[in-house]
């Protein structure tokens, strides 16, 4: 791993700080683009990218505050220090992020399906270089691997599963499936935000699966971050119901099962 890209003096230049900040420019562009197809004017853009971004930060480092409670048991003011204790939560950030896209949208009167649906293909983008520099950084660690491809993570005895690259490529995946997902929509005119909802379902199955390969302490028989991408999925199933016209299809088959059990006791 090569978590220190340069040093000038006692300034050191980390790998994940410039990769993030890449990924972020890279969400930005994508979500302004995107958004700016469907006519959302350039200031409400704006006002979503930069209060999600805020959400964004505070949830991921609330969310790994959280999950590493033993380093800040000493010390709870090294919680807004990222400079002292750094890290912060993906899925964190990503609930959080989330949350306030919602929220925002809804005071701003922007459709709800246009947000979604532009953070399915900006989130993944931007997440690919993220993983990049999560590897570079050494910042997720891997189970014991005695495989062709392991690696080496520096302060970790022995060699491991390449994590970040297995969710690279699964996120490589996902956006050529999102890209598929939104052409077909368009030729059947699906309804806005369902892309989204695709994004959200593919991204949380396929988390769910790569998480048995990382190190981490486990609740209840799953790791935390397994326990939220179960709750984004059961969401995301929901919305698929009610977006995706299920609740349409699903009525007439409860209504017929209904009709079918009062005739056979009416008999």
């Known amino acids: 791993m090569f978590p220190i890209l340069f040093s000038i003096g006692p300034l050191q230049i980390f790998n994940f700080s410039i990769f993030l900040i890449a990924g972020w420019l890279?969400?930005?562009f994508v979500f302004w683009k995107l958004l700016r197809a469907v006519a959302v004017p350039e200031d409400r853009i704006f006002d979503l990218t930069f209060y999600a971004t805020i959400a964004a930060i505070v949830g991921g480092r609330l969310g790994y505050v959280f999950l590493h409670r033993d380093l800040f048991a000493n010390d709870w003011l090294a919680t807004a220090a990222l400079w002292v204790v750094p890290g912060l939560s993906l899925y964190g950030a990503l609930i959080a992020g989330l949350a306030m896209l919602?929220?925002?949208?809804?005071?701003?009167?922007v459709r709800l399906g246009h947000v979604l649906d532009s953070v399915a293909y900006a989130f993944p983008a931007?997440?690919?270089?993220?993983?990049?520099?999560?590897?570079?950084?050494?910042?997720?660690?891997?189970?014991?691997?005695?495989?062709?491809?392991?690696?080496s993570y520096a302060g970790h005895v022995g060699r491991r599963h390449p994590v970040q690259v297995y969710e690279l490529l699964w996120l490589i995946v996902v956006l050529v499936l999102i890209w598929l997902l939104g052409k077909r929509g368009e030729r059947d005119k699906w309804p806005y935000g369902l892309v989204g909802i695709w994004f959200v379902l593919l991204f949380s199955i396929g988390e769910f699966a790569l998480e048995f390969f990382k190190e981490n302490p486990v609740y209840l028989g799953l790791r935390a971050n397994q326990w939220v991408l179960v709750a984004l999925f059961a969401e995301s199933l929901g919305a698929f119901y009610v977006?995706?016209?299920?609740?349409?299809?699903?009525?007439?088959?409860?209504a017929n099962i209904k009709r079918s059990i009062y005739a056979k006791f009416s008999k």
Do not use: M, N, Q, T
């Open 126 to 151: 931007a997440l690919i270089l993220g993983k990049i520099g999560s590897l570079l950084d050494g910042a997720e660690v891997g189970l014991s691997a005695a495989l062709p491809w392991a690696v």
């Open 102 to 109: 919602v929220a925002l949208a809804r005071s701003y009167r």
């Open 26 to 28: 890279v969400f930005s």
């Open 243 to 254: 977006r995706g016209g299920g609740r349409e299809k699903i009525r007439p088959v409860i």
